[in-house]
């Protein structure tokens, strides 16, 4: 088969985020756009000749273009397999199984996540190494220096993959599995849950509501929750993954999966809802009438872990970033295991794991995962409660009231400001740095403020640091207020505000997050003059 070395111009916008380059559909659809990407994460790889390549996306608008292009590049620099899901399919816990599961030298996996997709929307593409897990930051940085000077890149002459068969075949030397996307995935949740001690809670008549969004989950959680579990059909809604996932925003979070919050808040509400997002690696856990946050769920994950078969031994420690809440520090704390702070990206995670250091790794962004794999896992999160509320017998909102009652709570909240100015963004950063040296000490209210810094990590594994991640506003009471930019949006600015204090008195453990947060609420909006800076008065989304 023969192939073509196509000239090409660097694109200087190409610098991988949080989790990989996430642009327009439009952006991505310019010639060359895609290709000078794929070649440079190639470039920026060793000794992948005739190794195996996963690929696979969330089904997003372009996930079917953009997968032919890579299995003709692939085949062209030299891979000797591809696997690549049905359709182009692949959630990003799915794609971290497979890569695991087969040995395979690495993965690409399509996908901008929660962001919406079609023709106008968004999409994205990351690069995953042989554990699974998303390429460290040297890889990362490696193929944006490739991005910079790439003037070249390799693509067969070859038809298209027919990818709507599952089954075997050839570009060149190259092959191409074509595998189903949900059946190696959903024998891993097998053997780490109790399947039948569910099955039992669902036949005793307990109710639950999945909202797929209309993204990639739909097809997992049919397969598992419905056939394997026997929720009654329809437990799973907006199953049908579409590729502008239904116009919406698939984000699981109090905003965005307003629908599934309706059907929880409402009359006759099911025990149990949940939410994944547009890949499949986030969620969001409802008990009736009753939110876990993100940060509260890997707490209580970590607290009740041995009642999963999977984890019965015991966790080898815990790690979440830094603006997650401390939840799960004292749970650590009481279970006697090391508790790792990272910066924010599911990346930071992988070292630990690794080395054994963490089972269970979990972020304030609705993400939560262990070393199963090596990406969040939204469906697993989802699992993991049934098995906990299978074995407890509580309801969701029992089991979070008997959590706060033994750890205490942290009340915790995370206020967006999306699409802001860039440059009013970055000027709001600098000038609560500017003024670090006067806030500290300073006494605002009731907080005391006891430090300020903007967080940098010294990986623990490979020493490699990672600075500007995010400022820290700390006060003598353990309370803090944190601010970052988000890394993963795709117009201008997303101003994250992240709010944390901790309650001891069960009498106020049922207070709302924003009523027990109110005053650090406002001591963040007065130290950022994020009003003044931005002309905004609101976030757009509270979590
Ligand atoms: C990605 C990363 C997560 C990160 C989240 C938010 O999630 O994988 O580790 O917490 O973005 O990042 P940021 O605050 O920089 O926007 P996903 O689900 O979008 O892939």
Redesign the pocket.
């Known amino acids: 088969m023969s192939h073509s070395t196509v000239q090409t111009t660097p694109f200087s916008d190409q610098k991988p985020?949080?989790?990989?380059l996430?642009k327009k559909v439009t952006v991505f659809q310019q010639p060359h756009y895609l290709a000078n990407f794929v070649q440079s994460i190639f470039n920026s790889l060793d000794g992948f000749q005739g190794k195996t390549l996963v690929v696979g996306g969330d089904g997003r608008f372009y996930n079917q273009e953009a997968t032919q292009i890579i299995l003709k590049m692939a085949a062209a620099n030299g891979f000797g397999c591809v696997l690549v899901g049905q359709n182009g399919l692949l959630s990003?816990p799915a794609a971290s199984a497979v890569i695991r599961k087969y040995s395979a030298f690495g993965g690409i996996i399509l996908?901008?996540?929660?962001?919406p997709a079609g023709p106008d929307g968004d999409f994205g593409i990351?690069y995953n190494i042989g554990n699974g897990g998303?390429a460290p930051e040297k890889i990362t940085d490696a193929i944006f220096e490739q991005t910079k000077k790439l003037d070249t890149y390799l693509i067969t002459d070859s038809d298209d993959v027919d990818l709507s068969k599952i089954g075997s075949s050839q570009i060149g030397n190259m092959q191409i599995e074509v595998i189903d996307p949900v059946t190696d995935y959903a024998q891993l949740m097998e053997s780490l849950f109790d399947f039948n001690a569910i099955q039992t809670l669902i036949k005793g008549g307990f109710r639950l509501s999945f909202d797929a969004m209309h993204a990639i989950t739909g097809p997992y959680a049919k397969t598992i929750i419905e056939q394997r579990l026997g929720a009654p059909e329809g437990s799973v809604c907006n199953a049908e993954p579409l590729s502008d996932f239904g116009g919406g925003h698939p984000d699981p979070n109090l905003t965005y999966a307003h629908e599934l919050v309706e059907t929880l808040y409402g009359d006759n509400a099911p025990d149990f809802g949940a939410a994944s997002?547009?890949?499949g690696?986030?969620n969001m856990v409802l008990g009736r009438r009753f939110f876990i946050t993100p940060s509260d769920s890997l707490a209580i994950l970590a607290a009740n872990a041995t009642l999963a078969p999977g984890y019965k031994e015991g966790l080898a420690g815990i790690a979440r970033?830094m603006?997650t809440s401390a939840a799960v520090d004292r749970v650590a704390e009481k279970l006697g295991i090391d508790c790792y702070e990272t910066p924010?990206?599911?990346?930071?995670f992988g070292n630990l794991m690794d080395a054994d250091k963490v089972t269970l790794c979990g972020?304030?962004?609705?993400?939560t995962g262990s070393s199963h794999i090596r990406?969040?896992d939204g469906l697993w999160a989802v699992l993991f409660w049934l098995n906990i509320i299978a074995k407890r017998q509580l309801s969701v909102e029992e089991i979070a009231l008997d959590h706060w009652a033994t750890y205490g709570r942290n009340f915790y909240s995370r206020h967006d400001y999306e699409g802001v100015d860039s440059v009013s963004a970055a000027a709001l950063m600098a000038h609560i740095k500017n003024n670090f040296a006067s806030i500290k000490g300073e006494i605002f209210g009731n907080y005391q403020v006891s430090d300020c810094d903007d967080f940098s990590y010294t990986d623990p594994i490979d020493q490699s640091i990672s600075t500007n991640q995010g400022i820290r506003i700390l006060f003598s009471d353990g309370s803090r207020i944190v601010f970052?930019?988000?890394?993963?949006?795709t117009e201008g600015a997303?101003i994250?505000i992240y709010l944390e204090s901790y309650e001891k008195d069960p009498s106020k453990h049922t207070l709302d997050a924003q009523e027990g947060l109110a005053e650090l609420i406002q001591i963040a909006n007065q130290l950022s003059e994020i009003e003044k800076r931005t002309g905004r008065s609101e976030p757009t989304v509270i979590t």
């Open positions: 985020g949080t989790s990989g996430r990003t996908s901008a996540s929660h962001n990351k998303p997002d547009g890949d690696d986030r970033s603006p924010t990206g599911w990346k930071f972020e304030e962004s609705f993400g990406e969040k970052r930019l988000s890394g993963t949006g997303t994250r």
